[in-house]
């Protein structure tokens, strides 16, 4: 199965059909908790992070605040 069409083109967003098809596969062969990880990841969804800028990404602040928003 292919996710990258060959006629799509540089920006072809390839998450769509990762979280369309494949992702609900994972709540089967790996639980519900690793497939909504999974999502959040792909979709960028984390509670709680906006409020960090990048210099802050290494810190254990912004790194707990990911970690609450996988939960």
């Known amino acids: 199965m ?3 069409p ?3 083109g540089n920006n ?3 998450t769509k059909p990762l979280l369309e ?3 609900p596969r994972l709540g089967v062969s790996m639980g519900k908790n ?3 990880i999974v999502r ?3 979709e960028g969804s984390f509670e709680g992070v906006s409020g960090f800028n990048e210099g802050e ?3 254990m602040a912004y790194k707990e605040s990911v970690r609450q928003g996988l939960l």
Do not use: I, P
């Open 57 to 59: 990404y290494d810190s």
């Open 12 to 14: 072809f967003d390839f």
């Open 21 to 23: 098809r494949e992702v």
């Open 6 to 8: 060959r006629e799509a």
């Open 2 to 4: 292919s996710f990258y």
């Open 40 to 42: 959040k990841c792909l």
């Open 34 to 36: 690793y497939m909504n």
